[in-house]
């Protein structure tokens, strides 16, 4: 399984974590052009929050990073523009962890 494939699956593990907390009409959808914000978005501020702390989990168990995860969004051109979707994401966070793998590889 390559790195994209090991990054959708942890964003798909985070949404269904997320989506225990949600209403049924409120899921988010598994799909790469689910919003994540901006106007259509299913999540309110709090389905958003429960999903970022799922996915810093994840990233910490399945891939050994330890970040602020908000930080990182907050740099991210896509996040500005108000509509940020999972395939953002998906694509964000294979960037996110292959950097952060080769530095901790390199500091070895």
Do not use: C
């Amino acid at each position: 399984m390559n790195q994209t494939e090991n990054v959708k699956n942890l964003v798909n593990r985070a949404i269904d974590r997320a989506n225990e907390l949600q209403d049924h009409e409120n899921a988010l959808l598994k799909s790469d052009e689910a919003l994540l914000i901006g106007p259509g978005s299913k999540l309110d501020s709090m389905g958003f929050v429960n999903l970022v702390v799922a996915l810093e989990e994840e990233l910490k168990s399945d891939l050994g990073l330890d970040l602020s995860l908000m930080d990182e969004l907050y740099a991210t051109e896509q996040w500005h523009d108000g509509r940020f979707t999972v395939g953002h994401l998906v694509s964000f966070l294979g960037k996110l962890a292959s950097e952060k793998q080769r530095g901790i590889q390199s500091q070895a």
